[in-house]
């Protein structure tokens, strides 16, 4: 006697199960230019190693004699794997079952998700894809009534954000709960042209508004990955998502527990390029490429840029120094001269508790004016976003040194580090710095007395000129203002020295923090 008979019949469920919403909702699904959950989970994964937990989870029905008549499986699978050898929870909405909305789901699979990533410590990813997040109005049916919404296992999210490394891939249209899944999370992503995401959709919006919208109008990956900043990274296609998910995780620990780990490298660390002396302009109005400078002194082809759509004068991603995962901030004076806007302030604040979260040390790349001025910055209530930028920065414990290499002015430039920590920087001869640019402040301090001359103009220039013998960075290094200039040649063999060190001690700082990310 063996149990082979009762094998085969989970077998077949586990067969029935594969079949998703059948052959005809499939090959709609593929018209649409999307994959299948479980193409999609294939391709994440190291081929073969994805175990999937409640595999045979659905709805059933029997005939007289008690044999499977019926089966639809459910619309929500997930699993472990691993990617890039490394271990993860991996979970993902079957939009071919009912369009993956919550409510069609069976037993409580999204939370035991939750439960396993957070209990075996490893990063979980989310393939969003639910038309209604939170379910459909259709459930009232059978339920004969309405309920009061509410939010089971959001205690678990919160918590798992603070543990383990968190993705959000939005794959398809999805909306409230669905969103938020999305949301929550270290990284998030859409793909262009095939993710929508919305509060709402157009139905609802079209009843409340009287607004007829298509989807990609009201909630495309432009939307959100440019303008709202919902989201971090727009993807071309789903293969590139999962790329994208793939490059982002390489730079994480599995956990909190854990070190980021380190990738081996034949680029020296040493390394000097001459580039380096004259990629700063002499003009001081004029402009160059930041990203050029993160070429030359990062690992090369290690940058992985996150939130490139907006805040844009602030440029953030994840890269490597002598095989090390660090963080990176860099203003982008081609943008609002570099100026801290609402918009980059908020994207400064979100990535530094990533990297907080995580023990990834910061290097800050400073060519900061400040905060961004005039009416649309002032409504857009820069100084708000901003200052919760500067807690952020204080707040933080993980290692921070500052390459000032132009511009250092006012409130925000003063929070290019923590002065009340060892504020670690080096800058550059091409430092220019102060309370205000020369050029702003004159009118401002020397008001009366150039409105009282016979010619203001050249008063002022007068002025200029004279303030400007005092604009020298040697000079701010004789007080011990600053404490080194360097030749900008050195830059990448000093932060690869400084990160050797800050790594060997980064064990004491490792676990949970007080103040985790804030989504």
């Known amino acids: 006697m063996t149990w082979e008979e009762d094998l085969e019949e989970k077998k077949k469920r586990a067969d029935y199960a594969k079949e998703m919403g059948g052959i005809e909702r499939i090959a709609k699904h593929y018209t649409q230019g999307r994959l299948t959950v479980r193409e999609r989970i294939d391709l994440l994964l190291d081929e073969g190693s994805f175990h999937e937990t409640g595999e045979i989870t659905g709805k059933v029905s029997y005939d007289e004699d008690g044999n499977l008549k019926d089966f639809i499986p459910s619309n929500f699978i997930f699993g472990r794997g691993t990617v890039k050898g490394k271990k993860v929870v991996v979970a993902g909405d079957d939009f071919t079952v009912r369009g993956g909305a919550a409510d069609a789901r069976i037993g409580n699979k999204f939370l035991y998700s939750l439960k396993l990533a957070e209990h075996l410590r490893i990063p979980l990813v989310n393939l969003v894809d639910g038309s209604g997040g939170g379910g459909s109005v259709k459930t009232l049916e059978t339920m004969g009534a309405t309920y009061v919404p509410g939010l089971p296992g959001w205690q678990n999210i919160v918590r798992l954000l603070s543990m383990v490394p968190v993705v959000g891939a939005c794959m398809g249209s999805v909306a409230g709960l669905g969103s938020a899944r999305v949301v929550a999370s270290h990284f998030s992503i859409m793909v262009k042209e095939t993710s929508q995401m919305f509060v709402a ?301 800050v790594y060997k001690n980064l064990h004491q700082d490792l676990g949970i923090k007080k103040r985790t990310i804030r989504p």
Not at 279 to 286: L, S, V
Not at 404 to 419: D, E, K, Q, T, Y
């Open 201 to 501: 959709g157009p139905p609802v919006v079209e009843r409340a508004f009287g607004l007829k919208m298509e989807r990609e109008e009201l909630g495309g990956s432009k939307i959100h990955t440019s303008t709202s900043g919902a989201v971090d990274n727009e993807a071309s296609s789903e293969e590139d998502a999962f790329e994208q998910i793939q490059t982002f995780l390489s730079f994480l620990p599995p956990n909190v527990w854990e070190s980021p780990p380190r990738k081996e490298t034949d680029d020296p660390i040493d390394r000097k390029e001459e580039d380096l002396v004259s990629i700063i302009p002499k003009d001081r109005k004029a402009p160059y490429e930041i990203r050029d400078i993160l070429s030359l002194v990062l690992d090369k082809e290690s940058f992985f840029e996150i939130g490139s759509g907006h805040g844009k004068s602030l440029v953030t991603g994840l890269a490597r120094l002598s095989g090390y995962s660090v963080g990176i901030l860099a203003n982008d004076c081609n943008f609002d001269g570099g100026a801290v806007t609402a918009q980059a302030s908020e994207k400064m604040t979100r990535f530094i508790d990533v990297c907080d979260t995580f023990n990834i040390p910061v290097v800050n790349f400073v060519d900061n004016p400040g905060f961004l001025i005039g009416l649309q910055a002032e409504e857009s209530g820069v100084i708000r976003y901003g200052v919760r930028a500067l807690y952020a920065v204080w707040q933080a414990s993980i290692p921070w040194v500052s390459i000032i290499v132009r511009r250092v002015f006012g409130v925000a430039g003063g929070g290019h580090g923590n002065s009340d920590s060892l504020n670690l920087r080096y800058a550059w001869p091409s430092g220019d710095w102060g309370s205000l640019p020369i050029e702003g402040g004159v009118m401002a301090a020397y008001k009366r007395d150039i409105e009282s001359s016979s010619d203001p103009k050249a008063r002022q220039k007068e002025i200029e000129q004279s303030l400007d013998r005092v604009r020298s960075p040697y000079r701010t290094a004789e007080m011990f203002g600053i404490e080194e200039i360097i030749d900008p040649r050195d830059t990448r063999p000093l932060l690869c020295d400084w990160v050797d060190s």
